[in-house]
């Protein structure tokens, strides 16, 4: 079983290190490519079906953190990939013109994609590498990227779903009006303010300080064996 589980864990953060890295370089492409005078529009279009397939996969990390596959929080999983799903299938997804047009989608993706293609790198070598063999530069990385992408990142989701607002509320978007067959009312347009307003405040700080609380404890234990050598 532990041999299924590390092939199984091998193959997951691969191919989603690849398809983070496949979103990186077709979205940087673009910022290199595109006209001085052109909005952000044709973006989305190139990275659209790797994007769904990359972030969509990872609601199975919430799973791996619920049966102990992986020593993850399942709280702080659960609200970063949530976030990102609501951003994606909420915003991204729904048509709305001013959310492609606008600097933030990019941004967004390049905090993502930057961020995702360390982390799942670190995860697949964590896999068969030990502590010690692991890369020193990669490990940094992981545990430090964080304090200046998680702020791009947040800014950017924050802002898609600002800009999908009107959109939504105009094509009542996922929403569900009374009388109905349940017998069951939903507003998106009032859920994502809830959001934007309650959830992301709290949570953009609970995930901040998991991260940071995570970097201290990391990179403090990865600097004693290196201490012990120079003695």
């Known amino acids: 079983m532990s041999q299924l589980k590390k092939a199984y864990l091998i193959g997951y953060n691969t191919s989603l290190c690849v398809g983070w890295a496949v979103v990186l370089a077709r979205v940087v ?9 052109a909005d952000y529009a044709g973006v989305y279009p190139l990275i659209k079906t790797v994007l769904l397939y990359s972030q969509t996969a990872a609601l199975m990390e919430i799973l791996h953190a ?17 976030s990102r799903i609501i951003v994606l299938y909420g915003a991204l997804e729904i048509g709305s013109v001013d959310v492609h047009r606008s600097w933030f989608l990019p941004q ?4 993502w994609s930057i961020t995702e293609v360390i982390r799942y790198a670190f995860y ?4 068969v590498l030990d502590k010690q063999s692991m890369p020193a530069a990669l490990t940094w990385l992981r545990y430090s990227t964080f304090t200046v992408l998680s702020p791009l990142g947040l800014t950017g989701e924050i802002m898609c779903l600002y800009n999908a607002l009107p959109y ?11 009388p109905n ?3 069951f009312a939903f507003d998106f347009y009032n859920a994502v303010w809830f959001g934007l307003l309650c959830v992301y405040p709290f949570g953009s700080y609970v ?12 990179l403090a234990g990865a600097a004693k064996p290196a201490a012990k050598k120079t003695e």
């Open 29 to 37: 492409q673009f910022l290199i490519n595109k006209p001085a005078n």
């Open 108 to 111: 967004m993706l390049i905090a």
């Open 207 to 218: 995930m901040y300080t998991y991260m940071l609380g995570q970097r201290k404890k990391v």
């Open 124 to 127: 697949t070598l964590s896999q």
């Open 168 to 178: 939504i509320k105009a094509r009542e978007v996922y929403t569900l009006r009374m």
């Open 181 to 183: 067959s349940i017998n």
């Open 66 to 82: 619920l049966v102990d596959l992986v020593r993850s929080p399942v709280a702080t999983t659960f609200l970063q990939v949530m």
